[in-house]
């Protein structure tokens, strides 16, 4: 096999002069357009048919075909419904076979982007956790992927999301990565004993995403990596609902933070996003962060708010004891929560160009059937049933909000947004919209809720937003009767019909994208037919999965 460091000097060369027995020679083709030309195939199955075509392909598309490996576990058998027949058979499974080939064959060195994930299936785990074992086959899972990563030079992003945790070993193959930039670490939701890791830092690691972490299922301690890590810039933690939902102070602040207070270090977090925290606030006198450098942050179901339980507002409120320094270079805010010491914040806060104001979640069965237990009614202290949905009171402030976060985040930061995203609960007036379109002109992606009875409360915001590439009109979620209009308009195919005649009059206008409703009322606006003035514009229904990349779609999800 190729070494990859010599794949530099072929793309200086050329494929020599084929000559036909008549005298005629085909041109010879540089190896550096073959190589552009393999680059834009995307789908692994056709590099890998182009690297088995010749030895020329071949080496040439090896090094693209490896550098993203995603290997998925299942703990089932899989059929293929093609003919039926079992995945691996013959051999093993595709998630093994894969994993034998980075470790026995000469390619994990092409490697750059190397994902574990799914479902790894442990037999006897309850025998082997009384007598303190890990079951083998995760031991040698864990030492293979060991292996594997001690062979990829240029491994720059790792990402393990099984569900079985990580063991010591593979935390010291990445430690030994200089290479490795980004690591995606999912920690166990099982309560099964495990052996605990005090991290090692990595010199070069500048992004790091933590999933479920629970105290109770013997996560690892990262707080030496935190503190050792001096080029980490972006930090994402998720803690699991369970602790807020059963208000368990099972955690507290300085295990995770703890190293970097003692030693008085303020992280120079760029992003910082957080999920599901649910601690005392027991660290004071020093910055966790360092505000100079905080540029994006968000936060979900982690600081109190209306519609929250009052069971969890003493250790929300001790967040609030230790206000600390503003960060001084904000850009982005993200929080599904809204409360006056936030709209006071925001009155403070100066620069920011993208805010979102995350709305409730449009569905609540999994939370009901996540804490329904086998009798079938819903535990007395469960979300489910004590605040799936905030009450009239709750409402009532939420409602009483309005006026003054548009008035605050317009009057403070209007000139520098650029992302704007409200609660669909707020039904915008004239007079909102005006205000918004007269302070913020520079917007580019914008999310509101207002009732939309004809075109007028559009003519009064897109022609005027010059720079507005994607506008959503969200519905309320608590009355579904414009939602259902518009699916009825829609079902009779009027709203291409009116977009189209509508939008040809904003001859300025850059808008691209447009929601009304709902996400299965998406419309993309495009150039004018023929490119005539007089033309009008083609609009066309785009699914949701098509524009899921745009922030402002991107953003209104309850995921960090």
């Given at each position: 096999m190729s070494d990859?460091?010599?794949m530099s000097r072929m793309f200086v060369s050329s494929i020599g002069a084929n000559k036909h027995e008549n005298g005629a020679s085909v041109l010879p083709l540089p190896l550096n357009l073959i190589a552009l030309i393999i680059s834009y195939l995307e789908r692994p199955a056709d590099l890998a048919r182009t690297c088995r075509t010749c030895r020329v392909f071949h080496y040439i598309g090896l090094p693209q075909l490896y550098s993203d490996v995603s290997l998925r576990s299942y703990d089932y058998i899989r059929y293929s419904r093609r003919d039926g027949r079992p995945d691996g058979c013959g051999m093993a499974s595709p998630f093994s076979m894969g994993l034998n080939g980075l470790v026995s064959r000469n390619v994990a060195g092409y490697v750059k982007n190397l994902e574990v994930c799914g479902e790894w299936k442990e037999h006897t785990l309850a025998e082997h956790a009384k007598v303190g074992r890990v079951p083998d086959e995760t031991m040698m899972l864990n030492s293979l992927v060991r292996v594997a990563v001690e062979k990829m030079a240029v491994?720059?992003?790792?990402?393990?999301?099984?569900?079985?945790?990580?063991?010591?070993?593979?935390?010291?193959g990445l430690a030994q990565r200089n290479s490795l930039t980004k690591l995606t670490v999912r920690f166990p939701s099982s309560r099964h004993p495990r052996p605990l890791t005090l991290v090692p830092p990595m010199s070069n690691l500048q992004l790091l995403k933590i999933t479920d972490i629970d105290p109770l299922c013997y996560p690892d301690d990262i707080s030496l990596l935190l503190l050792g890590s001096k080029n980490l810039r972006h930090l994402k933690l998720h803690w699991s609902p369970r602790m807020r939902d059963a208000r368990e102070l099972?955690?507290?602040?300085?295990?995770?933070?703890?190293?970097?207070a003692a030693a008085g270090y303020s992280i120079p977090l760029r992003t910082v996003a957080v999920q599901n925290l649910y601690t005392y606030h027991d660290i004071s006198g020093c910055n966790l962060f360092d505000h100079t450098a905080m540029e994006e942050v968000t936060f979900l179901n982690s600081t109190n708010g209306f519609g929250d339980d009052p069971s969890t507002v003493f250790v929300d409120f001790s967040w609030r004891k230790s206000e600390g320094d503003l960060p001084t270079n904000l850009k982005m805010l993200r929080v599904d929560k809204v409360s006056h010491q936030q709209c006071s914040f925001l009155g403070q806060v100066k620069g920011l160009e993208k805010l979102y104001l995350i709305g409730p979640k449009h569905s609540q069965e999994r939370i009901v059937k996540d804490t329904t237990p086998s009798g079938g009614t819903p535990l007395p202290n469960s979300p489910a049933s004590s605040h799936s949905s905030p009450n009239s009171t709750d409402n009532s402030n939420i409602m009483?909000?309005?006026?003054?976060y548009i008035d605050t985040i317009t009057k403070n930061n209007g000139r520098t947004l650029k992302h704007l995203l409200l609660l669909p609960q707020w039904r915008l007036t004239d007079d909102d919209l005006a205000?918004?379109?007269?302070?913020?002109?520079?917007?580019?992606?914008?999310?509101?809720?207002?009732?939309?009875?004809?075109?007028?409360?559009?003519?009064?915001?897109?022609?005027?937003?010059?720079?507005?590439?994607?506008?959503?009109?969200?519905?309320?979620?608590?009355?579904?009767s414009f939602v259902n209009k518009m699916r009825e308009l829609d079902e009779s195919g009027l709203h291409e019909k009116k977009l189209s005649e509508e939008t040809v009059k904003w001859n300025s206008s850059k808008l691209q994208y447009m929601e009304v409703g709902g996400k299965d009322l998406i419309f993309a606006i495009d150039r004018r037919e023929g490119g005539k003035a007089g033309g009008k514009k083609i609009v066309t229904k785009k699914a949701w999965e098509e524009v899921r990349d745009i922030d402002i779609w991107a953003m209104d999800c309850h995921e960090i």
């Open positions: 990859p460091g010599n491994l720059d992003s790792f990402s393990w999301a099984l569900n079985t945790k990580m063991l010591p070993c593979i935390w010291q099972s955690t507290h602040e300085s295990a995770y933070f703890g190293r970097c009483a909000l309005k006026d003054d205000l918004i379109v007269r302070r913020c002109p520079n917007l580019e992606q914008l999310g509101i809720g207002a009732e939309l009875p004809n075109f007028r409360y559009l003519r009064l915001l897109v022609p005027f937003l010059k720079n507005l590439t994607a506008i959503r009109i969200l519905s309320n979620p608590d009355d579904t």
